[in-house]
């Protein structure tokens, strides 16, 4: 597990390499018809920030599937999981804070 992630690009206005306590690189391998991962997280990355991060890049991949493809329907539906998801996070979330 990292002590910590630090980025930046080119067409950044940030002056300096930016914090980040999470990050997802997928890539996909045309030729063995795979997706290759690197999921890495800090040890300060939260249970609520990680939530915050999966429903964020799956709506952000549900967009770019999208402009990609134009299959709205199937955008639409990976929106619909994206915002179940997050609402059961919230429903767990508050019955564990209950206990």
Known sequence: ???SI???ASDSSAAH???AR???LSLWDGAEK???RIDLWTKDMMVDEMADFFYQTM???ADTY???TRQTELSDDMKR???EFYTKFQKIQLKENQV
């Open 1 to 3: 597990m990292p002590e």
């Open 6 to 8: 630090d980025w930046s």
């Open 17 to 19: 390499p930016r914090s």
């Open 22 to 24: 999470g990050m997802i």
């Open 34 to 36: 795979a997706a290759l």
């Open 59 to 61: 709506m952000s991949m």
């Open 66 to 68: 999208s402009r990609a």
């Open 81 to 83: 999981f994206a915002q």
